[in-house]
């Protein structure tokens, strides 16, 4: 199992990331396509978090332990046994956000257009990771654990 990890030192802010993150997310997967003709404009699964001089991009750890898994109350959320992913399910989800108050880095985020959540899926199903390969700066690397 691996994780995404920010490089601040490197990162210059120009949230590429959440851009290709909501591409890769997106029913086209073309990022002219994603942003001018879908009816239901992407939702990005991580945050670039902005202190200057310091940026960094803030996605889900999928933790070894989650709390966000042990909180969630209707069973949405839970660990791969195999990948090691922190997975959602959104039919299962009723909105409480619990996870959302429990995790420690503030990684799971509120979407804004339904109750529920969004949350960093490792790009699942996908040949690349959208937000590591796009990055300009090399300022997120994928690390297995």
Same mark, same amino acid.
């Given at each position: 199992?691996?994780?995404?990890?920010?490089?601040?030192?490197?990162?210059?802010?120009?949230?590429?990331?959440?851009?290709?993150?909501?591409?890769?997310?997106?029913?086209?997967?073309?990022?002219?396509?994603?942003?001018?003709?879908?009816?239901?404009?992407?939702?990005?699964?991580?945050?670039?978090?902005?202190?200057?001089?310091?940026?960094?991009?803030?996605?889900?750890?999928?933790?070894?332990?989650?709390?966000?898994?042990?909180?969630?109350?209707?069973?949405?959320?839970?660990?791969?046994?195999?990948? @090691? *992913?922190?997975?959602? #399910?959104?039919?299962?989800?009723?909105?409480?956000?619990? /996870? =959302?108050?429990? +995790? $420690?880095?503030?990684?799971?985020?509120?979407?804004?257009?339904?109750? @529920? *959540?969004?949350?960093? #899926?490792?790009?699942?199903?996908?040949?690349?990771?959208? /937000? =590591?390969?796009? +990055? $300009?700066?090399?300022?997120?690397?994928?690390?297995?654990?």
């Amino acid at each position: 199992m691996g994780r995404i990890m920010a490089k601040p030192e490197v990162c210059m802010g120009c949230h590429l990331c959440e851009v290709w993150c909501a591409v890769a997310h997106s029913k086209s997967k073309h990022i002219v396509k994603a942003f001018l003709y879908e009816v239901n404009k992407p939702l990005p699964r991580l945050v670039v978090e902005e202190k200057l001089p310091l940026t960094f991009a803030l996605q889900c750890r999928h933790c070894a332990e989650p709390d966000c898994v042990a909180a969630c109350i209707s069973g949405a959320l839970s660990k791969d046994p195999e990948s @090691g *992913i922190v997975v959602h #399910d959104p039919n299962q989800c009723v909105g409480c956000y619990s /996870c =959302v108050l429990t +995790c $420690p880095y503030g990684n799971i985020l509120i979407n804004p257009r339904q109750r @529920g *959540i969004i949350k960093c #899926d490792l790009c699942a199903g996908m040949d690349t990771l959208y /937000c =590591v390969s796009h +990055c $300009p700066n090399e300022a997120l690397v994928y690390v297995d654990c």
